[in-house]
């Protein structure tokens, strides 16, 4: 079993719709970050969160930290074609001490 | 530009080769990661580096041999590989290894083993 368990594994949509995709674990994180990581690219990172509770905005990106410091969603408002890519989480669990754990990935296409 | 390179983009091998993958890092960073990227799998740490020694080894098999020379330079040597070594190798490197350490990540090279 993974660590942190991302959803949707994959998430086609049309430019304009709204979207949210979620990072969740059963383990309490230091911190959880996001990133995007584009075709023959490495992952890029958007941001990270670290207080329980944590609301970050970037344009039209929304990243959340849950109260718990156990999960994280990312929500897109008015997805662009831009946007299309592998969206990761990833968190230093405080049982793992600093070791950075990924989950698995959101596979995003918007679609124009 | 992340300013981490990585050379080769594409490697095709057969099992039998020997090869390197090279990573370079122009950030004035003291720590670099190696990582295996396989589809619908979360990103697999290799190996870290910080300031050029080996802190971390999560159980990779022999054939894949890391080494840095300097706090720049960061190379993984590949030998007798199987087909499910394929992936996109990443590097990365990070201002120190410690907690909180923000990585940027180089473009990877796509590896495939036959």
């Known amino acids: 079993t993974q660590l942190l368990e991302q959803s949707p594994q994959f998430l086609s949509i049309q430019e304009g719709e709204n979207l949210t995709v979620y990072c969740n674990s059963s383990s309490v994180f230091s911190s959880l970050q996001w990133y995007r990581q584009e075709p023959g690219e490495g992952p890029v990172l958007l941001v990270t969160?670290?207080?329980?509770?944590e609301v970050k905005k970037l344009k039209r990106l929304t990243f959340q930290f849950g109260d718990a410091r156990k999960d994280s969603s990312l929500h897109i408002t008015a997805a662009q074609p831009g946007d299309t890519g592998l969206y990761l989480c990833?968190?230093?669990?405080?049982?793992?001490?600093?070791?950075?754990?990924f989950g698995a990935g959101t596979i995003l296409r918007v679609k124009s | 530009e992340t300013g981490v390179t990585q050379t080769p983009r594409h490697l095709v091998m057969g099992m039998t080769n020997k090869k390197s993958l090279k990573c370079e890092q122009h950030?004035?960073?003291?720590?670099m990661y190696w990582y295996k990227q396989s589809a619908k799998k979360p990103l697999e740490l290799m190996f870290v580096y910080s300031l050029e020694e080996r802190v971390e080894n999560n159980s990779v098999p022999s054939r894949f041999s890391p080494e840095c020379p300097n706090s720049s330079h960061l190379f993984l040597h590949l030998h007798t590989l199987q087909p499910e070594d394929s992936a996109l190798y990443l590097c990365a490197s990070s201002q120190d290894s410690g907690q909180s350490a923000t990585q940027y990540f180089g473009p990877g090279t796509r590896l495939t083993v036959l």
């Open positions: 969160v670290v207080t329980g509770g």
């Open positions: 990833a968190g230093e669990p405080l049982e793992y001490g600093n070791k950075l754990v």
């Open positions: 950030l004035g960073h003291n720590a």
